[in-house]
């Protein structure tokens, strides 16, 4: 789970361009993503690997993703946690894939205003749909079109040592 965490006051525009920028460099990795919005500020990109690894090996790719995105983009992102050093970037939150670290799930219903869900979205929603864009009303409707994540389980990529 890459978790994009944005800035206090940062652009949804920004937002989804960090979204894009992840996707790309999963796409040069020839890794499958998944999308969903978190009912919050951000969006989560979810790769599913069949659990080849342990926690330590999960975790390192994903904070060499972050710190690879840190390195390409240092104006655009920070694999650093501490708001105080975000300064009009976005996290790449690599530390859910530690052991007993936590992420909103699916379809998770959001204690914020208008009851927001963490909602499963095709990649050609990005642009139409906010972090913060669906709520409990429109999750539901939701459940009667096409599942966003089709293929999801069925998805049999490893990952590779290196």
């Known amino acids: 789970v890459f978790d994009l965490d944005p800035d206090t006051g940062m652009g949804l525009d920004q937002v989804r361009k960090g979204v894009k920028d992840v996707?790309?460099?999963?796409?040069?990795?020839?890794?499958?993503?998944?999308?969903?919005?978190?009912?919050?500020?951000?969006?989560?990109?979810?790769?599913?690997?069949?659990?080849?690894?342990?926690?330590?090996?999960?975790?390192?790719?994903?904070?060499?993703?972050?710190?690879l995105m840190e390195t390409k983009w240092p104006d655009r992102y920070t694999s650093n946690s501490r708001k105080n050093?975000?300064?009009?970037?976005?996290?790449?939150?690599?530390?859910?894939?530690?052991?007993?670290?936590?992420?909103?799930?699916?379809?998770?219903?959001?204690?914020?205003?208008?009851?927001?869900?963490?909602?499963?979205?095709?990649?050609?929603?990005?642009d139409v749909v906010a972090p913060d864009g669906i709520t409990v009303v429109e999750a539901l409707e939701r459940m009667h079109l096409e599942d966003p994540w089709d293929g999801y389980f069925s998805t049999s990529q490893t990952l590779k040592p290196g």
């Open 23 to 67: 996707k790309s460099v999963l796409d040069d990795l020839s890794l499958t993503a998944f999308l969903k919005t978190t009912g919050g500020k951000g969006y989560h990109i979810v790769v599913p690997f069949k659990p080849t690894g342990g926690w330590e090996a999960f975790k390192g790719f994903a904070q060499n993703i972050a710190r």
């Open 85 to 126: 050093k975000r300064h009009g970037r976005i996290y790449i939150d690599w530390q859910r894939n530690i052991r007993g670290a936590t992420s909103v799930s699916p379809y998770s219903l959001r204690n914020r205003k208008m009851a927001t869900v963490s909602m499963p979205i095709r990649w050609d929603e990005l």
